[in-house]
């Protein structure tokens, strides 16, 4: 047997597959997807098998493998073949997408451990071998793989009848919680009989025993410890004794750590749809049924409930006996979406999201492998969740940016969930309410699928947007951030009892330290970029490099002692309103305030029961959010994110102020919303006031189409960094050049720059940048290729040079 090998370098030399013999202990476990260890030159390497074959091409002789890492395979062949198709498409290596793929467990150093579930089994099965073998209730894996001791075969049909399993354990965390169980010994007479003999001794014992007695026969096979204890109110202590006695007798139970199990669950059944719900599920669930790969656009304005369409649909292909897999742009922003659909579908749900732990995270990935989760709801690279029989992909908030990877492989969750939906010939739903111009566009021009909500739930208009102008205040002499206006409604608001929520849009903004005196920033000494004034421990810190140094006495310039600190920032917003309401009641919700694990929320529940009056905080208050007591939106600064150095700031803009506008008016209430801006009468402005999405989108598509723009064109970004500014600038001229000379006469393709990057120097790096835009993608491919396979030599020369397909972030 021959199998083919990904290994794990980076690198342009082996960045291709490498056959090798597999010697005959190990043929029967091998399997595609699992990491085997491999002689190459004069070291020993981790690889991946991609492929199994009896034959192969390479006419030298073939080195045998060395090592089998994995029983279990945690990608399928379908995700072989997409890791192919992606690597090739983002001009990445194979082997940094086969990463990507994998749960972080993977990637951390740990070791293999066989736990034995059935001593009795266990030492049945490997009779034959009992001489050479030692262990304990473990069994170290390398004993059984590495050094051969049992055939491969043994091992596989051992883990099949559950006898053994494999662990992989991370330093010295334990992987698989345990907890421990309670089992009677004793039957129901005679534990009565000891009852009765006890009379007033042990009366502590005694309670225990009456407690089982009376519950019989509850409980009986075996419970949770700590949950008798409670129960039956007595101690550990006592637990203890009656296990010395050698009536009860203590187990230890595997169980799955639950990342939802401090979260109250009431469950829910599928709603009547309301018409326009009813269209879109129907077309949706027609293409599942016929299993049809069809990509529908849900438009669907806040409030809509587009929600119970994704959860209508999720059922409708459990029910076939598919999978479904729901994208949500951050879990820890969207806890009212995760318990919708944990309240809805009791069981089989695994919710991936980066702040569970690793070892929980690797539990719900084994809930996924062995099919015990059939709905996976998570953010971006849940996307690879190894489902063998997918239905239906649902991308929720399909225009967040957050979908795509910000490094290396920079993929966008959406190109990969419309490969997999073609692959399971299934449909992918994209929904939104702002969907992002690409998709839009699409579905304009047919591609898609546009399925349009425009009522709400509610039945209830959009709420009222008002625009003001905060040109015309006179702002100088109001020493704080709040317009008349506001301030009257959010007084108004406090009186009625309703709630309030502000935005403070913090995209492109931070507040630094200026002299008064010489008008100088202070500045990070490795970046071009202003230092970032932080309140909480009153430090000046670099946004880009996590420099960080004390707030000088002195300007370092003039020696002045005016020294101010300019910006505006949440807990300075929180402050005025302090001032101005001392009475109410304020939660801020920044990246201060939910550093904590759990702690989004907490602040978002405090509020939901109605425990604040108003929930201050940026753009991550802006989107899901379901509170029908809110009943005005305020937009502190509307503009910040409008001034930065990228052509989607419009778009970007716009749709951060019709997610927040989209937050009030949801419920029984009637909502309003106040956008407080320097730049009243910009389209974005306007737009936003009428909640058109429709309008913007035209009159954006025609600013694209006069710029070059996606989705006329497609981009590339290309840069350079390096410590060093001469070498930096050379290699993005040389690059230019290169796609110049091979490209010159085509109007097809546009080349912009080189430029500075919008910070020109981060942490000491010079970043130099290149934009292609272009019609066709065959036009760059073999340049971009040729980048890619330099790039390693391009390293060792202190130069880093990366390919970003379709950008999102300006760095
Ligand atoms: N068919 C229905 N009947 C009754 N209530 C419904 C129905 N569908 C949805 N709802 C309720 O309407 C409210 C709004 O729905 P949902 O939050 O799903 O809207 P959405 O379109 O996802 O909004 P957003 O884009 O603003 O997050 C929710 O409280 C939801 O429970
Ligand atoms: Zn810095
Ligand atoms: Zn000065």
Redo the contacts with the bound molecule.
């Keep these: 047997m021959i199998v083919q090998v990904i290994v794990d370098i980076p690198a342009a030399q082996v960045n291709r597959t490498f056959d090798y013999q597999v010697p005959a202990k190990w043929q029967s476990i091998i399997q595609l997807g699992i990491r085997v260890q491999v002689p190459f030159g004069r070291r020993q390497l981790l690889g991946f098998v991609v492929g199994m074959d009896d034959t192969t091409l390479f006419s030298g002789e073939l080195k045998e493998i060395t090592g089998v890492l994995d029983y279990v395979s945690f990608l399928n062949p379908e995700l072989i073949e997409l890791s192919e198709y992606l690597a090739g498409n983002l001009h990445a290596f194979r082997i940094s997408v086969l990463q990507a793929m994998l749960p972080n467990m993977l990637k951390v150093k740990y070791e293999n451990i066989f736990i034995i579930n059935d001593l009795q089994k266990f030492q049945t099965m490997t009779l034959e071998f009992a001489e050479q073998l030692m262990y304990g209730p473990e069994i170290e894996f390398q004993k059984l793989t590495l050094e051969a001791i049992l055939p491969g075969q043994l091992i596989k049909e051992m883990i099949q009848a559950e006898v053994i399993e494999l662990e992989y354990r991370v330093l010295n965390q334990t992987t698989h919680k345990k907890i421990p169980y309670l089992k009677p010994l004793l039957n129901f007479e005679d534990m009565q009989a000891i009852v009765e003999k006890q009379g007033k001794r042990s009366p502590k014992q005694v309670q225990l025993l009456t407690y089982y007695l009376a519950n019989y026969p509850l409980m009986w096979e075996e419970a949770p410890l700590n949950e008798v204890a409670k129960r039956s109110g007595v101690s550990t202590a006592t637990i203890k004794s009656v296990i010395d006695k050698g009536w009860f007798e203590r187990q230890e139970r595997q169980v799955y750590r639950d990342p939802l199990a401090n979260q109250e669950r009431h469950s829910t059944t599928a709603?009547?749809?309301?018409p326009e719900?009813a269209i879109a599920f129907n077309a949706v669930k027609d293409a599942i049924t016929a299993e049809r790969n069809e990509t529908f656009l849900l438009e669907?304005v806040?409030?809509?409930?587009?929600?119970?369409v994704y959860l209508q649909l999720m059922a409708h292909a459990r029910q076939r006996g598919e999978a479904a897999i729901l994208l949500v742009p951050e879990i820890s922003l969207t806890p009212q979406m995760v318990a919708r659909v944990t309240e809805r579908f009791s069981t089989g749900v695994a919710v991936l999201h980066s702040g569970l732990s690793t070892s929980e995270k690797y539990d719900e990935w084994r809930r996924i492998i062995k099919g015990e989760a059939t709905i996976v709801v998570g953010a971006r690279s849940s996307v690879f969740a190894p489902l063998d029989k997918l239905g239906l992909i649902i991308i929720d908030e399909e225009h967040e940016t957050t979908y795509k990877q910000a490094d290396n492989p920079r993929y966008h969750a959406r190109d990969v969930a419309l490969w997999r939906c073609q692959y399971h010939q299934c449909p992918l739903v994209l929904g939104s309410?702002t969907p992002s111009l690409e998709t839009r566009s699409r579905a304009e021009v047919g591609r898609y699928t546009l399925l349009k909500m425009e009522a709400r739930?509610n039945q209830a208009p959009l709420p009222p947007v008002e625009i003001i102008d905060m040109t015309q205040m006179a702002v100088r002499e109001t020493s704080n951030e709040f317009s008349p206006l506001l301030k009257e409604k959010i007084r108004d608001r406090l009186e009625k009892k309703e709630q309030i929520v502000l935005l403070l849009n913090r995209r492109g903004y931070a507040s630094y330290l200026l002299c008064r005196e010489c008008g100088y920033v202070l500045e990070c000494p490795r970046c071009d970029i202003s230092l970032t004034y932080h309140k909480h421990d009153h430090k000046m810190k670099c946004h880009y490099c996590d420099f960080q140094q004390n707030i000088p006495r002195n300007c370092p310039q003039c020696q002045s002692t005016h020294l101010r600190t300019f910006g505006l920032g949440t807990q300075k917003v929180a402050e005025t309103l302090e001032e101005l309401y001392p009475d109410a009641r304020v939660i801020r919700m920044d990246n201060d305030t939910t550093r904590r694990k759990g702690q989004h929320e907490k602040l978002l529940k405090q509020f939901a029961e109605e425990k604040a009056d108003i929930l201050l905080g940026t753009q991550m208050i802006a989107?899901?959010l379901?509170f029908e007591k809110v009943t005005l939106v305020g937009v502190i600064n509307a503009d910040t994110s409008l001034n930065l150095p990228d052509f989607r700031a419009g778009e970007k803009t716009f749709q951060l102020l019709t997610q927040v506008a989209?937050r009030t008016g949801?419920g029984r209430f009637a909502g309003e919303v106040l956008i407080q801006t320097y730049n009243p009468e910009h389209y974005v402005m306007q737009f936003a006031k009428q909640h058109d999405y429709e309008k913007f989108f035209y009159y954006e598509m025609k600013r694209r189409h006069i710029g070059n723009y996606p989705p006329y064109f497609y981009t590339t970004l290309i840069s350079v960094s390096s410590k060093n500014l001469a070498n930096a600038q050379e290699k993005i001229y040389e690059i230019k050049a290169n796609i110049y000379n091979q490209q010159s006469s085509n109007s097809d393709l546009l080349i912009l720059g080189p430029s500075k990057g919008p910070v020109a120097r981060i942490n000491e790096y010079y970043h130099f940048q290149l934009m292609l835009k272009y019609k066709n993608k065959k036009l760059v491919q073999s340049q971009l290729n040729e980048i890619l396979t330099a790039s390693q030599q391009d390293l060792q020369q202190g130069l880093r040079v990366s390919i970003d397909h379709e950008p999102l972030y300006f760095i």
């Design positions: 709603r009547a749809l309301l719900q669907g806040t409030g809509s409930g587009k929600t119970e309410a739930v989107k899901g379901d989209g949801r």
